[in-house]
Structures are given as structure tokens and as C-alpha cells.
């Protein structure tokens, strides 16, 4: 594992563990009704998994489906995908432009706006080439989708136009399901969902696929799997939200040992020196933080520009030795410095766990970033594609 790094030259890397996935999606197909399937939402870097080594690993697991966002991430299947039939869906932005290679590549693209549709239209004739696309409906999430008003026209369009479009599915996206708050607009979104799927039953003999839940729905509302579930955060080992395991936690008479999700990411870095400190010095810049007692510190090569934040400045902590060793000072740019006074042993070399597992301690991404489970989202995306990635067993 060390010689891996070296070679990469970085000073950190991330693990990706091959049976926390598998466990992830074994579960996850367990709650999926018959023939429902899991494309897997890979948007962000694959959450910051890096999609270089995560789509490959998802498609051991049995995965066929990739949702991204742009046409930047589909293009990242299209080279990281080693099954040629893993199909890939954009779920967002898309120019005019590249629609020509979208369809000339088979990609399958979200419709939510009557100009994407005569594009489409256009450049399938053009190609000789169906565009696969998803119809997505505006239920009330109020961000894309086709008004009730259009729903009509759209549907007979596309039905009208039988060379150049294939209807893949019928989509939408609920606003929030991983909050109680949510419920009822959620239960909104769902009535006007299925009236758009009774009007698009009164034009189409069959829809191949219906889609709305993403990971909060798909764990809570079991009614809303409809044919195809769209599975970001849970697949890579978190809850989408506390209440949302809180949900899961009651149907298991709160057993805390009972958490079937695990974490597929472990950031590690390495002690890079450590050094004595006297009592009084100030360690680092500015006064930040004064040595209380005589003390050890070990650096990390490890900083703001690698996603370790300052707001962790005197407050985060890492692992070595399977013991939590306390930020002590400022975040620098590239490096920290830690407390390992009371941590025997330390040398240059440690291994140093910024996220994940190490002796019988965890640091979860939302203590990492001291925020709400909600943020796993925002702080896992923002770790650099250029840490590598190394799958592990
Ligand atoms: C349209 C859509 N579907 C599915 C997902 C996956 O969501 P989650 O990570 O909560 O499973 C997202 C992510 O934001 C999304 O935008």
C-alpha cells in the first residue's frame, strides 16, 4: 500500500473498501422490490469516491445504471465503465451542442424543456440515431421538469417521432424526502406524478421505466420504487439524514449495532515529523494555540487545499495508533499539527486516518466537517479528484 502511494507522489490517499460496497448494495437490494432497478447516482466525482475507481468496483456489484449530472460525468462512464451495456443517464445539464455526441454515444439524457425536445428530435433525424431520453415532470420540486400544461403536447411529440426519440422513462425528483417536514409536499409530488403517468398511459402502450426516489425516499417510502431508484449517498455507506436512520432504527428496536450501512472511504495520510514543544511555545502561526504542558506534536502533510478545512483549526482530530490526536493550531495550506503527547510510540511514517476507521475509533465524515449529517453530501464532494483512489478488500 505505501509503495501505491509513493508512486502517486501525493501525500494522502483515499481507500475504497470492495465489501462495504458490496455489503451496501446487498442491502439496498434487499429493500428494492422485484425487478426494481439501482442505477447508481455517481455525480460529484462519485461523492468524492473518484469515479475512476468507483464505477468499475458498483458494476462488480452487479450495477448497470449510472446517473450523473452533466455531460463532462457521462463522458467518465463512457471511459471508466468495463461493461459496454452499462447504460448512463444525464440528469442535468446538457448543451445543444453536445447533444449529437450524447446520442451518437447512446446516452440516455433527462427532458424537461419543449427546446431540448425539438433538438432532440432534430438531431435524431440528422443521425438516423434514436435519442433515448427520460421525460422528467414537474411535480413540484420547482427546479426542471415539463408543466402540467405541456404534458400533453410533449407526450403526442414524442410519440409522433418514433425514429428519432425513444421514450426510456418518466422521472421526477421530490423535494426533501429525508425530512418529516417534507412529507406532505412529497405526497403532493407523488399525486401529480401519477396524474402525469395516467395521461402518458392514455398516449403510450408502455413506459419502460418510472423513476422518482433517490436514496431518503427509496429507505422510507417503500410505495415509491415505481420501476428504476436513483441511489447516491446510501450506496456509498450514509444515511441521507439522521431522521432518515431514526426511520430505520425504530423497525430494528434501536439497535445500535445494527447500522447495515457501511462506509466505503477511509482517508489516510502519514506522520510526516514529530518534534517536542515547550510549555508556553506557541505552536504555529500567530497565537493560535499555546503549549498548556510539555508536549509532542507530529505533522501531517495534509491541509486546507486537500478539503481538510480551518474551520477544524484547534478543533479536529485525526488518528494514529488508533488514539485521537487533536488538531493543535492553525490548518495550514498544506499541513497540521497534532497532539501525540499521550499517544506512545508515534514515528514518522504512522499511518494518520482523516476520515474512516483505524484500532476500534471512527472519524465520520459529519464530525470531520462538525456539521449535521445533512453535509455528508457537500463535504464528501469537495474532496480533490486528484487524491488518488485504491480499492482495498
Ligand atoms: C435527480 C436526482 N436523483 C437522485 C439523486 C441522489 O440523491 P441521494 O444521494 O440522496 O440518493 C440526486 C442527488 O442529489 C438527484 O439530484
Request: hydrophobic content about 40%; proline content about 3%; glycine content about 8%.
Amino acid at each position: 500500500m505505501k509503495k501505491k502511494i509513493s508512486e502517486s507522489l501525493q501525500p494522502s490517499y483515499i481507500e475504497l473498501s470492495r465489501s462495504a460496497l458490496e455489503e451496501n448494495f446487498s442491502f439496498l437490494k434487499d429493500r428494492a422490490k422485484n425487478g426494481v432497478r439501482i442505477s447508481s447516482v455517481i455525480k460529484g466525482n462519485a461523492y468524492g469516491h473518484g469515479i475512476s475507481a468507483f464505477i468499475p468496483l458498483a458494476e462488480s456489484c452487479g450495477i448497470d445504471h449510472f446517473s450523473v449530472f452533466s455531460a463532462d460525468e457521462a463522458a467518465g462512464v463512457l471511459k471508466f465503465r468495463s461493461n459496454m451495456n452499462t447504460d448512463v443517464m444525464i440528469m442535468g445539464m446538457i448543451r445543444d451542442s453536445e447533444l449529437e455526441w450524447a446520442v451518437k454515444n447512446g446516452i440516455e439524457f433527462y427532458l424537461f424543456e419543449m427546446e431540448r425536445l425539438n433538438r432532440a428530435i432534430e438531431v435524431g433525424g440528422k443521425l438516423k440515431m434514436k435519442a433515448k431520453v427520460h421525460l422528467q415532470i414537474e411535480s413540484g420540486m420547482h427546479r426542471t421538469g415539463f408543466e402540467r400544461k405541456d404534458w400533453d403536447e410533449v407526450f403526442r411529440k414524442i410519440k409522433n417521432h418514433p425514429d428519432e426519440i425513444e421514450l426510456k422513462g418518466i422521472c421526477t425528483h421530490y423535494a426533501g424526502a429525508e425530512s418529516v417536514a417534507n412529507f406532505f409536499r412529497i405526497q403532493n409530488q407523488n399525486k401529480t406524478f401519477k396524474e402525469a403517468l395516467e395521461s402518458a398511459g392514455e398516449v403510450f402502450e408502455t413506459i419502460p421505466s418510472i423513476h422518482a426516489s433517490s436514496s431518503a425516499a427509496f429507505l422510507t417510502m417503500p410505495d415509491k420504487q415505481y420501476d428504476m431508484v436513483r441511489i447516491g449517498i446510501a450506496q456509498y455507506g450514509f444515511w441521507p439524514s439522521r431522521e432518515t436512520y431514526m426511520h430505520h432504527a425504530k423497525a430494528n428496536e434501536f439497535d445500535e449495532d445494527h447500522d447495515p450501512l457501511r462506509r466505503v472511504m477511509t482517508w489516510k495520510s502519514e506522520v510526516m515529523s514529530t518534534k517536542w514543544v515547550k510549555a508556553g511555545d506557541f505552536i504555529g502561526y500567530g497565537n493560535v494555540y499555546m503549549a498548556g504542558r510539555d508536549m509532542r506534536i507530529a505533522t501531517v502533510p495534509i491541509g486546507y487545499t486537500h478539503g481538510f478545512g480551518r474551520n477544524l483549526t484547534n478543533s479536529g482530530y485525526v488518528l494514529i495508533r488508533g488514539e485521537r490526536a487533536n488538531v493543535s493550531g492553525l490548518v495550514n495550506m498544506n499541513m497540521i499539527t497534532v497532539d501525540i503527547t499521550d499517544i506512545p510510540g508515534v514515528e514518522k511514517g504512522d499511518e494518520v486516518v482523516l476520515i474512516g476507521h483505524q484500532g476500534g475509533d471512527e472519524i465520520t465524515v459529519a464530525s470531520f466537517g462538525e456539521m449535521t449529517n445533512n453535509l455528508n453530501y457537500e463535504i464528501l464532494t469537495r474532496l480533490p479528484a486528484s487524491i488518488p483512489r485504491i480499492v482495498v478488500d
